[in-house]
């Protein structure tokens, strides 16, 4: 709930078609909040010619990956 989605753009790959815009095998950090409600504190998606992207860091967005370029 409550992403930026230009700022998940910024730092992951969107994929095409399918239910979600953005997946990939992933590492997550998540803390409880309440019963089945949970804060992510870190996530990094890996992408195949890219590796690791960085999205989120204790809890915040990370630095922008820089992989688009500039525009």
């Known amino acids: 709930m409550e992403w930026d989605r230009k700022e998940l753009e910024s ?3 969107a ?4 239910q979600y815009t953005h997946y ?4 997550i950090a998540l803390k409880e909040i309440e019963s ?3 804060q992510i ?4 998606m890996f992408y195949p010619g890219f590796g690791w992207c960085e999205v ?15 525009e």
């Open 24 to 27: 990939a095998n992933s590492l």
């Open 36 to 38: 089945g409600l949970y």
């Open 15 to 18: 994929g095409g078609g399918g």
């Open 56 to 70: 989120l860091k204790k809890g915040e967005y990370s630095l922008s990956s820089g992989f688009w370029g500039e």
């Open 41 to 44: 504190i870190d996530l990094d």
């Open 11 to 13: 730092r992951a790959v």
